[in-house]
């Protein structure tokens, strides 16, 4: 079984729903990443969250939110979504544990299509 | 704000020959350094890691560093069609910041 899933893997959706992405690990990391990747633009931080009590904005937050519901899951929330919305979003894992290491792994991604 | 700059390519290769991607990066304090490998629509997945000055051997893949500089690069030896895919490098400065990427280099290996 994959340590990082994603669900769903593929969404299309129409403008001003709200959408909702789900993340579960098991690789036991503490940390948990949302990233968004157009084509061009890299992948862009969205949230991540260091323990289950600790949520942070990256640099692309607005009209997102998310919630760390256990250390294993983190979901990502389209309030209302967006056509500007429409890209592929990854979800990752590290584990610090106090170290600068911090490698991470990623999920397979989801394909979200605003219309 | 840290940055992590990479030619977007694409990087056109012969099969067989050396294919070469560089990465600077603009924090000085910057201790940990991943390259990433992307195929289209596909996940990133890790290829390396280096933490040192000097390189890295992993099979066919080598990672070079030089803090002094800011840069660090990753050379692919006898390249084949299959390593064709955009390579990411990310860069970490402190245990409590997350990963900053560069934007990928896309590698083209031509059979």
């Known amino acids: 079984d994959a340590d990082v899933t994603q669900t769903p893997r593929n969404r299309i959706t129409k403008t001003g729903k709200r959408i909702m992405l789900e993340c579960s690990q098991t690789?036991?990391?503490?940390?948990m990443y949302w990233y968004r990747q157009d084509p061009g633009l890299g992948l862009r931080l969205i949230y991540y969250?260091?323990?289950?009590?600790?949520?942070n904005k990256g640099e692309i937050s607005d009209g997102y939110s998310v919630s760390r519901q256990a250390q294993a899951k983190f979901s990502l929330s389209l309030e209302s979504a967006i056509p500007n919305q429409t890209a592929l979003y990854f979800c990752?894992?590290?584990?610090?544990?106090?170290?600068?290491?911090?490698?991470?792994?990623f999920g397979p991604g989801t394909r979200l299509t605003v219309l | 704000q840290k940055e992590v700059e990479q030619n977007s390519g694409p990087l056109s290769v012969p099969e067989g020959a050396i294919a070469s991607l560089n990465c600077t990066y603009s924090?000085?304090?910057?201790?940990?350094f991943f390259w990433y490998r992307q195929y289209s629509g596909k996940s990133p997945e890790l290829i390396m890691s280096?933490?040192?000055?000097g390189d890295k051997e992993d099979g066919r893949f080598t990672a070079q560093l030089n803090k002094a500089s800011q840069y660090v690069s990753l050379l692919i030896r006898d390249s084949q069609p299959s390593d064709s895919a955009t390579y990411l490098c990310?860069?970490?400065?402190?245990?409590?910041?997350?990963?900053?990427f560069g934007k990928g280099t896309r590698l083209s290996v031509i059979a």
């Open positions: 990752a894992t590290s584990d610090t544990s106090g170290s600068v290491t911090d490698t991470q792994y």
């Open positions: 690789k036991g990391h503490d940390r």
């Open positions: 969250s260091f323990d289950v009590k600790d949520i």
């Open positions: 924090d000085r304090g910057s201790q940990s």
């Open positions: 280096i933490y040192s000055n």
């Open positions: 990310a860069v970490n400065s402190q245990g409590n910041t997350p990963l900053v």
